[in-house]
């Protein structure tokens, strides 16, 4: 399972465009949604959050977007950062995203 720390200064708005992105993409594998939110905690202007993306999901993501996720730089786990953190950005997030476990 990844866990992500997700940082943002707008928390209501990013989140929603989150759940509809992720919802989006489950819904594209015929699952239900394979992740969660975690609880808010606000310091100096920003809201951090967790968010888990269950390995269902993650393994339908690197399997249906294998080629655009080898294209980035890093170790895996890496790659799949970076390709989520972009794909939230491509629904309109202004998000900053840190995997913290693996």
Do not use: H
């Not at 895996?76 to 997030?93: H, N, R």
């Amino acid at each position: 399972m990844k866990i992500f720390e997700v940082s943002t200064t707008d928390f209501l708005e990013d989140k929603r465009l989150i759940n509809n992105a992720l919802a989006d993409m489950a819904a594209q594998f015929n699952m239900s949604n394979d992740f969660q939110f975690g609880e808010p905690s606000s310091r100096f202007g920003w809201t951090f959050f967790k968010l888990w993306v269950k390995p269902n999901l993650q393994n339908a993501i690197n399997q249906k977007f294998d080629d655009m996720i080898r294209r980035y730089k890093g170790s895996p786990d890496e790659k799949f950062t970076f390709f989520i953190a972009d794909y939230f950005q491509s629904k309109g997030c202004k998000t900053k995203l840190k995997l913290i476990d693996v």
